[in-house]
């Protein structure tokens, strides 16, 4: 019999590919007839644009056209239609495309981009979130109430920067206030900042004689690519071919639409030839969609035991220019507000804010990074009032079956796991028993602080997928579906699905690595660590029409009913003795009985799925479902401080998730690590900071920093297995939530050991230092 | 003395063959080997020289090739990832998890191949002065340690702790 597949260490298909240099991404792809396409950036965060001259650029040799935003008179965007893939009469934030040049090559399409001359006449920018809700503040979407919306459960304010207010009531706030023992209440605020994928972002567009736009993107989206040029430019979706090869790192950022918009006009405007646009890094951090910023206000509320009764949150989300999926974000922020706590009296504004930074789309943990930070720094101030373990007030208030979410969602063991379970195998991984503050002799102090995670979904209600089987005659089998390759193996775990099902080996299965439209079955998009559940159900209902059919043919081949054969290694066998089988191989492409006469011909197998029972969110309570499982875990940091230098070191870092079942071990512990350390880049580094005129400072790897070799703790990843219903196996999402709480437990674990509070992030030497300073005076 | 004016056929050693290309006074290496060799495995991630995703080896020494012109290479042996043959990074990448997206992959085993061959014996300091020159966006850069230590002397048994 073959062995097991599913919680096995397999290897990536791509893996050697990866290490030989011969795998492709979509810039790799480099052809003599593309032509390249070179963006003009706004210098001004918010300006009128009075008058652009391309004259001087057009007669630059190898300029084939250049476009403006007159050229384009388009506006975009996955939920309010407010973005001209172009600016036009205004730019509204530092970086922002004005022009775009197309040329023979980039060299000369840079050289034609210096000689675009713009006027523009600069006005006050909004630089700050308080800056865009105070009374009578500077508009920047005048036209805020006279946009179309893609969305229907989108609330945005006329003649404010609110583009969206989410409420969360639930309960009843007196009885939990007055419940509420002790108080405690806090603000929080964290950055915008970027995902810095190793590949920046690139598109190319080919517009055929026919009408047939050929897309090829480094995209977490094909499908939504299709999807909204098709809307947004009126071309039939069938008349558009999105190709996706492997993606260099996405964590969010390409799962929204920008330089195909571009790249397609640039290829209108040359006839249809085949265009290319390629951020560079500047670009990439400044021109294109980053990471939400989030103030917070958090006040809680808890018996003298400490039972949470009440929590008060007002979210404030920096949306940037544009909308974008950002008030997607503030939604997920209000739906898990509680963390994975049971919180019977919950209050929750969430308001998405225009401000002139640049716009922002989905990033890694879709917004809960910050509803974790806020939520696990205010337990340890209320821990630290009740004079209780942090660790312990946890347990106490853990999310368990029959609780409800703060959307009034019914907590099961199935859609959450055991979050008890994890804590408590987490303070073993890290020692949490020896003392979370300990004093060296040689003056270091050694802290540790926790922090749990919850994260649902947030897809649409009618996200979708699908996976096609077909055959070949050595007896194994093709599996293509619409995932893209970012990064964390999707293709491989698909694979390991398969084979598990088929019972054969993971290396006949043959997966098309790369994605496109017109052959691979749609999947929403590789997003929200879905793929495994959406994608990996889509493709066990395929692997059973699969072993439908082989069983059928199997029983015209063996003579006997398909219900008395089983499948496995290759072979449709009687299950009552093995010894009488045919050979997939034999029967794949149709069976041919021994005069020459055939019957069946290929097998192909399909299989589908879609989200169930999902809803928006009730407008005035926040009542709904927004995704059909969480996942839960705890971390924990460890850090050492150094109370002369107000220098710290990272020593240690644990997860404990559960994630129903691990399909491939090293993969899963993998992905988790790499969100740790994002985490850490977040709580120790990375940030956008803009100048008075709000201007970006932080656009290259020179100035916004990132985790380097090195400068890691030593990682401790492990699982807790409590199987989601419905789900391949068991298995939940995991790929982005190894970032959720580490800037929380560090954050707590800094405060614990200077005894002072950190709510911001990211947390320097000198933050530290400075706080010390303020309170010596 | 060489003098390139314009767009002029030089000859790079690549990979242990002598390559005839077009290269202009102004273009950067990394581009001459993408654009003219169609040697796509050094990937432009900054082209700031910022974070390594270009890297090869210019007489065993890495150099990030965005930061090289390419008539500078002139006379020299360039090693690109397409160069390496079995070399032991490449396979101690796969059994390690050294990557996920794979993007900065070629440049992380470019700066590890020369490390292990000029530091046999590198320890943690000196490992961790070469590595930082580039950037991975997807691991924990555990992994990454776990590999390059893999084929230094010592092996893998030096590496303490962790259930990865």
Redesign the interface.
Known sequence: MEKPKIGVDTKRLEAWDKVTGTAKYNADFITPDTLHAVMLASPYAHAKIKKIDIKKALKSEGVLAVITGEDAPYLTGSMIHDRPPIARDRVRYFGEPVAVVVANTEEQGMKGVSLIDVKYEELPAVNKIKDAIKENPILIHKDLSRYTYAATDIYPKANTNIMDHVKIRKGNMKLGWSESDVVVESTFFLPQSDHIAMETRNSAAQIMHDGTVIINTSTQGPFAVKEELSDIFKIPEGKIIVKTPLVGGAFGGKATIQLEYIAYLASLAVGGKKVLVRNTREEDIMSSPGKLGVEGYVKIGATYDGMIKALECIYYVDCGAYADTAPRMAKSIASDCSGPYNIENIYCDSYSVYTNHGYTTSFRGFGHTASTFCIERILDKLAKKLSMDPSELRIKNAIKENDTSPTQDKITLSNTGDLNACINKLKKLINWEEGTLIENEDGMIKAKGMACLWKTSNSPTDATSGAIITTNSDGSLNLNFGATEIGPGMKTTMAMLLAEKLKMGVEKIHVFMDVNTQVSPMHWKTVASMTTFMVGNAVLKAADDLIKQLKQVGAIALKCQPEDLDVGNEMIYMKTDPSKFVFFKDVVHGYKYENGNAVWGEIIAKGNFIMRQLTPLDKETGKGKSGMSWTVGAQAVEIEYDPRMHTYRLIKAATVMDVGKTINPKTSKGLVMGGMNMGFGLATREEFIHDDDCILQTTSLRTYKVMRFGEQPEYIVDFVETPQMGAPFGARGLAEHGILGIPAAFANAMSLATKEEFDTLPIFPETIYKKKKEVEQ | MLKILDSTVITLNVNGEDRKVVAKP?DILLYTL??EL???????????G??G?CTVLIDDIPIKSCLMLTVEAIGKRIL???G?KNAPI??S???N?G????????GF?MVCHSLSKMHPDAD?VT??DW??S????????????YAIKSILNGGSSDIE????
């Open positions: 102004s993408r654009n169609g040697l796509t495995g050094a990937k432009p991630g900054c082209e700031n910022d974070c995703a690109t990832v397409e390496l490449q396979k990448f796969v059994e998890w990557f996920q997206c794979g993007y900065c992959t070629s085993l943690d490992i961790q590595l930082q580039n950037i991975c966006r997807c691991t924990g850069y555990q992994e990454i340690e702790g962790s259930t990865f």
